[in-house]
């Protein structure tokens, strides 16, 4: 495969991951499947919008970088013909990067949030009753949370699915900035015979 086109498979593989890293940020909000009755008992690193933002938006811009790459002719990208092939596979390392550091920023955070615990009300108020992830061992200290209802599997599910897929993207961006730089110096093995040239551009 060319890089042109292992770019945009890359791409392709990144949209579905950011829209369902979005979900489950977004679902975090309600915690335990259920509208917070105060913002306050929301757990804090949801507030950091690692799913939405890092994970989410920040992943997107990549993503459509990495497939438009396929579709530039050999003499130009993006309408320029000035700008060839070679450009464009450079400028997609600097997009993989943005897309590396979104994918960093959730991973840390959704590993901070399953090891610090949700958020819950123990009774005697609203805290986090966990420490060092010793929950994660011991199911029996999930009952310490009285409320909401299934807060800690829920918060653990989600979080553990946002620090999977993070860590997938980050892996994804990774292999575009090794296939970005093979793109910048050997050109792409399609474009060949182009603004008089015989050889890649």
Known sequence: MCTGGCAKCLGTTLIPLAVLCTLANILLFFPGGKVADNNQHITDEVWYFGGILGS?????????????????DCCGCCGNESCGKRFAMFSSIIFAAVGLLGAGYCFILSAVAINKGPKCNTGTGWTYPFQDGNYLSNHTLWNVCQSPENIVPWNLSLFSLLLIMSGIQAVLCGIQVVNGLFGTICGDCKCCGCCGGDGTV
Do not use: D, E, R, S
């Not at 997107?60 to 497939?67: D, G, Q, R």
């Open 56 to 72: 989410g938006v920040l992943m997107i811009f990549p993503a459509l970088v990495f497939l438009g790459l396929k579709n530039n």
